[in-house]
């Protein structure tokens, strides 16, 4: 059982930066975040393979989000710069899972955290 525990959201312009944390009980060779905006379904944004630091990211992030690790404290990052209104979501952690981005990815993720919520406002 791995416990992933998120931080850090809130609400920002458009424009702006935020930083969302996730510290896990361990890490798995695979850590990713997904976002989940109501009515849609959920999507990854951005995967780590915690070993070599290989990383992937959606297509609609990619130049804005970094995700990145710091393996002595078990926690993993998602920087997002230049926030869209079409970011807003829940921002969840998952542990255990392909590292890929396609549709339905999270379909495959064995753990997940309780979320946290990031509101960009135009």
């Known amino acids: 059982q791995v416990h992933l525990v998120e931080s850090g959201g809130g609400s920002v312009q458009a424009g702006g930066s935020l930083r969302v944390s996730c510290v896990a009980s361990?890490?798995?060779?695979?850590m990713g975040w997904f976002r989940q905006a109501p009515g849609k379904e959920r999507e990854g944004v951005a995967v780590l393979n915690t070993a070599p630091g290989y990383t992937a990211y959606a297509d609609s992030v990619k130049g804005r989000f970094t995700i990145s690790q710091d393996k002595d404290k078990a926690t993993i990052y998602l920087q997002m710069n230049n926030l869209k209104p079409e970011d807003t979501a829940m921002y969840y952690c998952?542990?255990?899972?392909?590292?890929?981005?396609?549709?339905?990815?999270?379909?495959?993720?064995?753990?997940w955290g309780q979320g946290t919520q990031v509101t960009v406002s135009s």
């Open positions: 361990e890490l798995s060779p695979c």
């Open positions: 998952a542990a255990h899972g392909p590292c890929a981005i396609y549709s339905g990815a999270w379909r495959n993720w064995n753990y």
